[in-house]
Every structure is written in structure tokens, then in C-alpha cells.
């Protein structure tokens, strides 16, 4: 792997995250996105991650300094792929707005470089043929908080490139992420394959009255030593986006009408959409079950 240019096209929740972490490996990153006025905000949100990475980290002010030198900024596609070993995607889960952005992609990218999608729910096979380059095109997933939910999966599709592949392993690497390899295409990675189950399991309780969201928690935070339950995974989560999840599956699942009503009953009209608006199944910053006697 002979990356040192790195483009990362989209800077909002994971973006500028990938952008960052990719910057402080010593990586030289330009930051795309679609106007100067976002790319202006990230500058200042990128200060703001900077204080977690001190504060988590234990960063130096050096190490800081290097990073933000290795930053830059772009508004031009064109401009902003120009010297790119690797382009990451973390453009909106909208697929018109990914098939726009791989269409515009592959006419001005140069021809040596690889596309890494960092999409959560749609698959690499979807876009491959707008790539121009299927085999070195490759899905790299992140999760929030990068710096330290430090993992990274990494599937292809039929047609990539194993060497491609290979390469973006160790770049997962290299940027400090436990990489894993994901051999076939499978809608939801390894980690959403999981969780996403689990998750609907757990609220189909909560809908049909059999327990109440601290008591499941309790049963499975209990039974493995787990720090947290699914009730307070899904206020991490946000309960916006798995209302939106939910609304997604309503054809598919005849469990989801019921959960969007109560959802948006108790939740997202009341404005309690989790951890970080201060309310969800848990009040916050000091949820109940990170409290000595939760489990007792
Ligand atoms: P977001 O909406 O926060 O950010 C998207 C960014 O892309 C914005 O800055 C927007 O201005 C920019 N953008 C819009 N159109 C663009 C274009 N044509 N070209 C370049 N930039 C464009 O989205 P997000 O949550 O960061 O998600 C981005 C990707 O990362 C998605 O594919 C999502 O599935 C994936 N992802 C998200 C999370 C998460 O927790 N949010 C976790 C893992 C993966």
C-alpha cells in the first residue's frame, strides 16, 4: 500500500471524522464538499475534534498541528481528486445523490485511483459500473466516533481487485482501525447484519407490552457483562434515524407500523430523540444505566 493522498468527499457526521482520523495518520487529506460555506463550518468543526482527540487521545499539540497541516480544502471535484492515491465517499445515503457523485467521479478522477464507499446500507455492486473501474472500487465502512470506535470493514464486490483489496486493509490500518475484511457483499456489513436484528427484536418487546426498555436492557446487559442494552444502543444511535430505519421496512415488516406510532407518539413529537438531544429511553448525561445499582 503506497497511499498519500487521500480525498474524502462529503464532511458532515462521518466525513470530516474519516477526514481527520485519515489526517492525523499522516495522510495527506483534502476535504471535498459541494460549496465553500460548508467546507468553512468543518474548518471550525474540525478544532472542536480536535479537543476529543486531547481529551481521548491524549494527542499532542504537535500531533494536532501535523494534522491540520495535512488538511485541505476543495470545492472543485476535479481540483480535489487531482493527486488522489484513494478517494473515501461519505456523501448523503441517498442514492441519487451517489450515483450523481460516481457519475461526475469517474470523469475526472485520474485513472490510478481506487474509490472506497463508506455507505452503511447499500452495496458496492450497486455503483460499480458508474466507477469506471469496478475492480478497484471497494466498500470502507466506518463507525461514529472513529477515533474511539476504531473500526473499519472493508468489502468488495465480485469483481474487485483482491490486490485493491488487500491495500485498503492495511490503509485501514494504517490509520489506526481495527480493519475487518468482509468477504462476500453482504447488505449490512458484518456489524448491522447483527445489530440490526437484535435492535428490532428488542423494540418488538417494548411494542407488544411484554417488558419495559430498562428491563430488557437489564436481560441482556446482565446475561454478558454488556455495558449497554439495545434501548440505550438505539438513544446512541438516535431515535430520528430509527424512526427513519423503521419507515424504510414498513413494507417488509408488518412489526414497524406499530413502533413508528409509538415512536413518534412518545419520542419524536416530545422531542426526546436520545442521548444527544438529552432525553430518549434514558435521561442524560447521566443515564440510569451507567449507575452502580442499574443491575443490582
Ligand atoms: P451527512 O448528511 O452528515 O453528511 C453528508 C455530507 O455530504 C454533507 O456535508 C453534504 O454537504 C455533503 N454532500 C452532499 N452532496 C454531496 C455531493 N454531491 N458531493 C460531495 N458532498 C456532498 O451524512 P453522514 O451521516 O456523514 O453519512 C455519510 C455516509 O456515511 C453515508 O453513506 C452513511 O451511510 C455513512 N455512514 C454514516 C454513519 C453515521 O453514523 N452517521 C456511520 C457509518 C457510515
Known sequence: MNFKNVTVAGSGVLGYQIAFQTAFHGFKVSVYDINDDVLAKVKAKFFELSECYKHDLNATQEQLDNTFNNLSYCSNLAEAVKDADLVIEAVPEDVGIKTEFYKQLSQVAPEKTIFATNTSTMLPSQFKDLTGRPEKFVALHFANKIWVNNMAEIMGHAETDKKVFDNLVEFA???????????????GHLLNSMLVPFLISATELWVKEVSDPEMIDKAWMKSFGSPLGPFAILDIIGINTVYNVAKLNVDTNPNMAPLLEKLDAEFIRPGYLGMFSGKGFYNYPNPAYETANFLK
Not at 173 to 187: D, F, W
Request: net charge positive.
Open 173 to 187: 490500518k494504517a490509520i489506526g482501525m481495527l480493519a475487518l475484511p468482509i468477504y462476500k457483499e453482504q447488505p
